[in-house]
């Protein structure tokens, strides 16, 4: 029986999470759960796990899987896959990065079979892939160590990913390094009415890649969330912010691994005043394309002034 454990998963595992209906594999509890009330919470949350295994039956799969779970009073879990094959330890591994509420308990999940229809879920999966090599070269910022890094983001319907948290055994440097090159990954536009939220876990072998790890101001903090405070709603502000961000990109060009933060305030009309530039992104071109971006730019029309701080990133 192969243990997968939130700190060391297989170095094949690239497992995510969406919110929005996908075509999901069926989770059940067929041994042990949490006491009372616990077990409508559990139950919400494997649901959830479900629709990211949906990666795991891209080959056809007989019957269900077997998944042994231990599950602390935090929520986090640790994952055995009883079941031989690789569609029980993908769902072992996602498992394992997951978080169920309800209380501790010891026991077992049956999952079943997902559709093999591709799904957004897939989609998603092979940008991430694709645009992974600057992740895996943050190995340069922890060299020798091995292991994998739990990463959460929030993707917007425009493809742009932020509100990255990134948790690893493997140090801050490596951890603060993931998170500016998941930042800096630009999707295709999800489709999706608002924004998802998504988990991954990359395993870290330990050995260097030889490519470069992101740079800009390694030293320097993420810039703090965005903000929106006045007229406009924070829907209204990203409806007309998702354009902007992609003109602002081509400016930027080849760039990757930077960053920067922008104030400005919209006026009562929809025009935008007051732009600066709190953190510059340190290239004069870029910092001028996003001052020249926003000034041009045309928001909705409301009855006061609004005020907004945008993290950029690339």
């Not at 093999?116 to 020798?144: F, N, V, Y």
Request: charged share 20%.
């Amino acid at each position: 029986m192969h243990v997968v454990r939130s700190s060391m998963r297989t170095a094949a595992l690239l497992a995510l999470m969406m919110a929005p209906s996908l075509a999901a594999a069926d989770v059940t509890i067929v041994k042990g759960g949490p006491p009372g009330a616990g077990k409508g919470l559990a139950a919400g949350a494997l649901a959830e796990a479900g629709k990211a295994m949906a990666v795991c039956w891209r080959a056809p799969v007989k019957g269900a899987v077997r998944v042994a779970v231990q599950v602390d009073a935090d929520g986090a879990v640790t994952a055995s896959a009883i079941s031989k094959g690789a569609a029980a330890q993908c769902a072992a591994g996602i498992l394992a990065v997951w978080t169920v509420p309800g209380g501790a308990w010891k026991g077992e999940v049956e999952i079943g079979a997902a559709a093999a229809t591709p799904d957004l879920a897939a989609t998603i999966q092979q940008q991430l892939l694709a645009a992974s090599a600057p992740i895996k070269a943050c190995q340069a910022r922890a060299p020798g160590k091995a292991g994998s890094a739990a990463i959460k983001m929030k993707i917007a319907s425009d493809g742009t990913i932020g509100d990255v948290a990134v948790t690893s055994k493997l140090g801050d440097e490596l951890d603060k390094c993931v998170s500016r090159a998941v930042a800096a990954i630009k999707l295709a536009p999800t489709g999706a009415s608002g924004a998802v939220n998504y988990q991954l876990a990359i395993a870290f072998s330990g050995k260097d890649t030889g490519a470069p790890p992101p740079s800009g101001g390694d030293d320097r903090p993420p810039p703090p969330d965005g903000s929106v405070s006045g007229a406009l709603s924070a829907s209204q502000v990203q409806a007309a912010v998702g354009p902007l961000r992609d003109r602002i990109a081509k400016c930027a060009g080849k760039v990757a691994g930077q960053r920067a933060l922008v104030r400005f305030t919209v006026r009562a009309d929809g025009t935008v005043k007051n732009i600066v530039l709190k953190e510059p992104s340190g290239a004069s071109k870029l910092d001028g394309c996003i001052k020249d971006t926003l000034g041009a730019a045309a928001f909705a029309k409301a009855g006061d002034e609004t005020k907004v701080s945008l993290p950029l990133a690339w």
